[in-house]
Every structure is written in structure tokens, then in C-alpha cells.
């Protein structure tokens, strides 16, 4: 492990996705690698990843918004259901045929590969350096912690067909799916709002509040397993939870937890790499790059298609989110479904699940940030602040007040006379200067005071003004040509009539609607989930959705184009 970090380094910046360092570690550490370790504990390899990855979700599900629920729900289902199903059928028929074995095995081996992997897809899209659009980020995000359910469930269901006698019926099939989901969701909504209750009513030592979610977290994750329901639907949403509840401690339980995370998942990868044999992959090589490219580029697609026709999806972004079917741990760990049960052939499954994985990290999570670029669907980032902490969160009567630390990336801007002369108090109306520190040294501000790049503003501020304030020190962000390349020279609010912006810009009125909004525009071309980045053209200028309250649409960026 200690190796494995300090490669780190270097494989980020050639591009190389954080988790195969572990992987290739793990297999230099074993029988044929230089580490000499002989170890075939499948048991041990199976206990330990569905701790990990149950803690790999519970870290994802605090970090996603459920303002990305807003647009990313009911697509992210469709994938996490249907399509793992649709995924399963076309690589099972296709495997089926290349391996000339029986449908049935060539299904079980299409329900190994047939989820995205949580691990991969959080830390990629986290670690790209890229900012997706709320559409695109929030469907990949959500579907990657909602679908290992529906794979573990085809998984466990033909691995014992394949045992028994007994046919299984389409009735029996779902019941147990209904059966999973509904306890995992069910159990998971409750854990999390009874977690929610602890954490505010329970006082702690600071450093034991993430080990009491993680303990908590495993605790649902195993009893929901025990009673018939979804261990890793539930503990999501726990997370989710937790992550979206209004807690004091959140900021330092999300770095710890981020911690935890990166254990859990290298400390899989390792062992999940010392199980493998390298030269056994090479057994079945070609037939595993066959059925590897034809999940890649032909099932995974498909099936994306399909599953995104009722929802208001660009080309670009289906294209994307079909590349960004990372495969990790998750088919690993579901291949040990057969091992363990004894299945003939199971050892086969196993290195052609192995061989795919390793072709997807290459192959895509080496090209999310790449792809996304050329396909256009990032959005700039958004100024915020680098520290924040709550110092008062008071939940019956709505009152909060935290500090934030900023970083000022300007020249010569000012902080403004209303900040500067407001004295601190017991009721914080506007925002309060704290400090201004430059190059380690506080100093005193005035109206007179320019500040530098590189200069750091501590301030008191309802969670509210945040925005508003960070675009203050951000204006060398905002003013980039990045950010007016994409949102436009100018901003306009969304309220603004468009027969207005018709006259400035010279906009036929033939056909404009008095009475319609700039926002009613966009929404009535675009649908009802409209995201920042969304935009359309009105005669010669280009409307781009700059900023979003909810379902309301605030500021949109304006374009000149030539006719």
C-alpha cells in the first residue's frame, strides 16, 4: 500500500486511473510477481470487498446533492435497473457464443460485468478534473451506487439455477427484486435519519464521529443482508442521508470518511489483485478483449440508448455516459459468486471478469476527462470558498453562521465598503470581514486595501451569501475566457422579457411572445430539467443557463453569434 500511494503521483499525471496502481500491485505482490505471496483465499477476498465496497457507497451517497435528483433520478434508475438487464442479455447471448458454452453461463458471466463499478465511476469523475454538467454528473453518480443491487441479484439468482433443478420463474425473479429494493430503501431512508438523530444529540470526541458512521453504516449494510434486502442500496442512502442532513461536524467527517474511502477501496484492489494469477489471464485472453470490446462499444451503448428515450438527454451526454461505464471491483467480487458455490468453470469467469476490468480502467477511466471535453458536456467550475466551518446551526429556527476561508484569485479588486465598515455582532445581517492574511501575516483592511492573488479572506457568513461573496474574490475566474467563451460577454436575469433582449439585439419580433421570459424560452425548448450549461439560440445570440435556484432558472449567460 505504502508503494501504491507513492506511485500514486506519478500515474495521475500521466493519466492512468489511481485504482489499477493498487490492482497491478496487488498481482506484483503475488505467486508470479515479485512479491512471491501465494494466497487463493476467495472467502477472505469476498468478506473483505463487500466491507469495502459497502463503505465505498456509504462515503458516495455524502457526497452526492439531492439536488442532482432533480434531473438525475428516474435516468439513473432506468440504468440501474433496465439496464444492467439489457447489458446482461446482449453480453450473455454474445459471450455465449464465443465461449460455446450453454446460455444460461454465458448470462451469469453478462451479469458479472453488467453494473458500473461505485468505486471507479466516484473517483474518477472526483479526480478528473473536469466539471460535469448536473445532468450527466448526477445520473453517472446515482447509477453506479443504485445498480450493483439489480447485478447482485441476476448474479445470486442463476448461480443458483445453475445448482438447483428447480426452473426459475419470471414471478419468483421479481419478488426478490421487489423484495431487495424495497427493505434496502425502506431500511436505508430510516437508518439514515436515525444516524441524523445520533450525530446531533450524541456529544463525541470530533475524530470518533466518522468512525460512528462507518460503524453504523456496516451495521445496516449487514442487517439489511440478513433480513433479505439490499445491504448496498441501503447503505447509500444512509450516506446520502447523512451527507445531505445539516450536522456541525460535516466538513471534518467528510475528510475523514474521504480517508476511509481511499482505504477501503486500495486495500480491495490489493487483495483482489494478489487472488488473480497473471498467467492464467493470458488463457483466455483473446475471447476476455472480445467480449470486453463488445461490452464497451456495442452492449453498453445499446443499452444507454434504450434506457435514456424518455428523458431530455443531449446526444453528446448518452455518448458519454455510455463511455463512462467503468467496470471495477464490483464485477471482481460478484465473479467470486460462482467460485465460492463450486460452479464448473467458475475459475474461467473469474479471469475473463478480471481481463474486462482491467481493459475498461485502461481503456476508459484513462479517457473520461479527454472524452468529456471533446464531447463538450463540461461546465466551468463554480467559485467557492476553500475552508468552511459552522459555528452555529440552529435547526428550529433556521439560523446559521459559518466561516469561510476564500482564496483570492484577482488583482487589484476590492473588498467592498459594506463588508469592510460592517462592524461584527450578535446578528449577522451582511457578510463580516474576520481577517485578510497575505503570505502568512494578517493585515489590516481598509476601503483603500487591494487585494492580491494569492491573498486568503477569512469571513463570517450565512450559508446563503457564499456565492455571492466567492464571485467577489473569483472575478480572474469568472472574467476568463473560459468562462465567457462559454456562458457569453454578458448576463442577463432569467425574468428578463424576451422581447426586450429581441429589440437590443436586433431579434426578428416576428413571432415573439410578449409576455415570455428569457428562462420560459429555455425551459419550453429544453424541457423541465434544465441544468447550468443548458442553452439554445434566439435569432442571433446564444442563451446559456448560468445559474439555478431549485427548478428556477436565475441568470443566463448571453452570446453574441453571427448571423
Known amino acids: 500500500m505504502l508503494v501504491s500511494i507513492l506511485a500514486s503521483s506519478f500515474t495521475v499525471r500521466v493519466g492512468l486511473p489511481l485504482l489499477l496502481v493498487f490492482l497491478g500491485m496487488g498481482m506484483l505482490a503475488g505467486e508470479e510477481g515479485i512479491g512471491g505471496l501465494d494466497f487463493d483465499n476467495t472467502n477472505l477476498s469476498f468478506f473483505v470487498g463487500n466491507l469495502a465496497l459497502a463503505v465505498i457507497l456509504l462515503d458516495g451517497g455524502m457526497q452526492t446533492k439531492t439536488s442532482t435528483f432533480r434531473v438525475a433520478l428516474w435516468p439513473s434508475l432506468s440504468l440501474a435497473t433496465l439496464g444492467v438487464v439489457f447489458t446482461t442479455a446482449s453480453v450473455g447471448a454474445f459471450a455465449a457464443w464465443l465461449l460455446d458454452v450453454p446460455l444460461i453461463y454465458g448470462l451469469l458471466l453478462g451479469s458479472i460485468v453488467g453494473s458500473t463499478d461505485a468505486a471507479a465511476v466516484f473517483s474518477l469523475l472526483r479526480n478528473s478534473g473536469v466539471k460535469l454538467n448536473e445532468r450527466v454528473g448526477g445520473t453517472l453518480e446515482i447509477e453506479s451506487g443504485a ?23 419470471v414471478w419468483a425473479f421479481l419478488g426478490q427484486m421487489v423484495q431487495q429494493f424495497a427493505i434496502g430503501i425502506i431500511l436505508g431512508l430510516l437508518g439514515g435519519k436515525l444516524l441524523l438523530l445520533v450525530l446531533r444529540r450524541v456529544p463525541l470526541i470530533e475524530g470518533l464521529y466518522a468512525l460512528l458512521i462507518i460503524s453504523f453504516g456496516l451495521a445496516t449494510f449487514s442487517g439489511v443482508n440478513m ?51 497473471p498467467s492464467s489471464l493470458l488463457t483466455h485472453g483473446l475471447q476476455a478483449l472480445a467480449i470486453a470490446a463488445f461490452l464497451i462499444f456495442i452492449a453498453r451503448p445499446l443499452a444507454v440508448f434504450i434506457c435514456l428515450i424518455p428523458f431530455d438527454f443531449r446526444w453528446p451526454e448518452r455518448f458519454y455516459i455510455s463511455w463512462v461505464g467503468l467496470r471495477g471491483a464490483v464485477p471482481i467480487v460478484l465473479a467470486l459468486y460462482p467460485v465460492i458455490a463450486g460452479l464448473t468453470n467458475a475459475e474461467l469467469l473469474f479471469e475473463i471478469t478480471f481481463t474486462v476490468v482491467l481493459i475498461s480502467l485502461l481503456l476508459q477511466g484513462s479517457t473520461v476527462p479527454h472524452m468529456a ?37 484577482a488583482e487589484g479588486v476590492r473588498i467592498p465598503l459594506s463588508i469592510v465598515q460592517n462592524v461584527p455582532s450578535a446578528t449577522v445581517s451582511t457578510p463580516q470581514l474576520v481577517s485578510l492574511v497575505r503570505e502568512g501575516q494578517p493585515i489590516v483592511v481598509n476601503a483603500d486595501t487591494l487585494l492580491k492573488s494569492g491573498d486568503r479572506i477569512w469571513m463570517l457568513l450565512h450559508p446563503g451569501d457564499v456565492n455571492d461573496v466567492a464571485q467577489i474574490f473569483s472575478q480572474k475566474a469568472s472574467g476568463s475566457f473560459l468562462l465567457q467563451n462559454f456562458f457569453g460577454e454578458f448576463a442577463v436575469r432569467g425574468d428578463a422579457p424576451l422581447i426586450d433582449l429581441a429589440k437590443v439585439y436586433g431579434v426578428p419580433l416576428d413571432g415573439v411572445d410578449p409576455q415570455e421570459t428569457a428562462a420560459q424560452l429555455l425551459q419550453r425548448q429544453l424541457g423541465k430539467n434544465v441544468v447550468v450549461g443548458d442553452r439554445v439560440r434566439f435569432g442571433n445570440i446564444r442563451l446559456t443557463v448560468r445559474q439555478m435556484d431549485g427548478n428556477q432558472i436565475e441568470s443566463i449567460g448571453l452570446k453574441l453569434q453571427s448571423k
Open 147 to 169: 445498480n450493483d443491487p439489480m447485478a447482485i441479484l441476476l448474479v445470486v439468482m442463476l448461480t443458483g439455477l445453475m445448482q438447483s433443478a428447480d426452473p426459475l420463474t
Open 227 to 277: 433480513i433479505g434486502g439490499s445491504g448496498f442500496l441501503a447503505v447509500y442512502l444512509v450516506g446520502l442521508t447523512v451527507g445531505n442532513g445539516r450536522i456541525k461536524q460535516l466538513d471534518a467527517i467528510s475528510q475523514v470518511m474521504d480517508g476511509l474511502a481511499w482505504l477501503a477501496q486500495a486495500g480491495m484492489f490489493l487483495l483482489l489483485g494478489l487472488l488473480v494469477t
Open 373 to 409: 471535453r471533446w464531447l463538450n458536456i463540461i461546465v466551468p467550475p463554480v467559485p467557492e470558498p476553500i475552508t468552511r466551518f459552522s459555528l452555529i446551526d440552529d435547526l428550529e429556527s433556521h439560523h446559521s453562521l459559518e466561516l469561510y476561508e476564500f482564496l483570492v484569485q
